[in-house]
């Protein structure tokens, strides 16, 4: 998308022009160059552990529609695979189920749960078959937390990508973090996810929008710290209010933190606090709708009632007010682009400069 470039420096920078969140060829664009080379949180890493165990789900429904198959083979090892038949296209697994194969009930073509092809009824005198063209495409699986990730193709190293995280959190007790379907929604927003995103990453509107329900938030101390792939800020507790008890040697020691805010490029945030994750996933419908899939995952559950993660319903439902606001605005003819608080707005900044980049922009 030309005339989209963001500047590397925020004090010299101009947003991306209003057009990014209304153009449906502009989200056409992120679908393919943003959103089929992401990693995306796809399953529990606890739904299925024996061999056999098969489940056929969407990557990014709505999106890309990409039907995919978690399967777990002999060895254990969770696959994810196509679920469409090499032959013809047909889906290969309809259900949840327990099998020794799979076998697409269109033509009865058979492959392994590891996704080889096995067998073919009536296909003697093909020439060169089978051969590697007839095996179901293998997609990567990658094990965080309580979730796996895969990507159709990955534009960038999963390690990379969730590395920071793993710095700054992986001493937790990810083992005992179980799925709270209370702590867990999804919310329609008639609004282009960027721009979920966008007000995710700005400091800027929290004591403007959620001056009560973040009262417990030390805004003169909340900061945005930038890695390759993504961001994170600091959720620092006012006096009396509950914070991790971070062990010797961490990065923050000694700081009163409430909350970690990670945001992964381009739409997944891991909010973690004292009582566990709430995992939240921006899914584009459209140029101008999105789901944002809210999921806990408690270890503390006495804690979950308390601090900045006490509440997170109303902070989403002021939170959607603005966006949808933004999204009327930026149709505006009158609109074009603005400029960035090299104070606040440093995770926004950041986004639109790896958004424009892998749209090709600039």
């Known amino acids: 998308m030309s005339g989209t470039r963001v500047d590397p420096s925020i004090g010299k920078a101009w947003t991306p022009p209003g057009r990014l969140y209304s153009d449906p060829s502009a989200y056409a664009v992120q679908k393919e160059r943003v959103f089929a080379r992401s990693w995306q949180p796809f399953m529990d890493a606890e739904r ?24 777990v083979a002999e060895d254990g090892q969770p696959r994810c695979l196509s679920n469409v038949c090499t032959h013809r296209g047909a889906l290969v697994v309809e259900g949840e189920g327990h099998v020794k194969s799979l076998r697409c009930r269109y033509h009865g073509r058979k492959f392994a749960l590891d996704g080889r092809f096995m067998s073919m009824p009536e296909f003697d005198g093909v020439t060169d078959f089978p051969s590697s063209c007839d095996d179901l495409p293998s997609l990567p699986v990658r094990h965080w937390g309580p979730l796996l990730f895969t990507s159709l193709e990955p534009a960038v190293d999963f390690d990379a990508w969730i590395g920071p995280v793993r710095r700054r959190v992986d001493w937790l007790p990810w083992d005992r973090a179980t799925y709270e379907p209370r702590a867990s929604r999804d919310y329609h927003i008639r609004a282009n996810w960027a721009l979920y995103v966008d ?39 006012r006096p009396g209010e509950p914070t991790f008890d971070l062990p010797t040697g961490h990065p923050d020691a000694g700081e009163p933190v409430a909350a970690f805010y990670f945001w992964l490029f381009p739409n997944v945030m891991l909010n973690v606090y004292p009582w566990g994750l709430s995992l939240n996933v921006v899914r584009p419908l459209a140029v101008d709708r999105c789901i944002v899939s809210f999921r806990g995952y408690v270890w503390d ?36 682009r603005g400029r960035y608080s090299p104070r606040r707005e440093v995770g926004t900044h950041h986004f639109h400069t790896l958004l424009v980049d892998a749209m090709g922009g600039g």
């Open 301 to 336: 559950d006495a804690l979950r009632g308390e601090g900045l993660g006490a509440d997170l319903h109303r902070v989403e439902m002021e939170d959607e007010e603005v966006v949808e606001s933004v999204q009327r605005g930026v149709r505006s003819r009158l609109y074009d």
């Open 199 to 237: 007000n995710y990453l700005e400091e800027f509107h929290i004591p403007f929008v959620h001056r009560d329900s973040l009262a417990g938030l030390d805004y003169e101390s909340y900061r945005t710290e930038r890695f390759e792939h993504g961001n994170l800020q600091f959720g620092m507790a």
């Open 48 to 71: 299925v552990r024996a061999p056999g165990h098969v489940v056929p789900f969407t990557l990014m429904e709505g999106c890309l529609d990409e039907p995919l198959l978690l399967s």
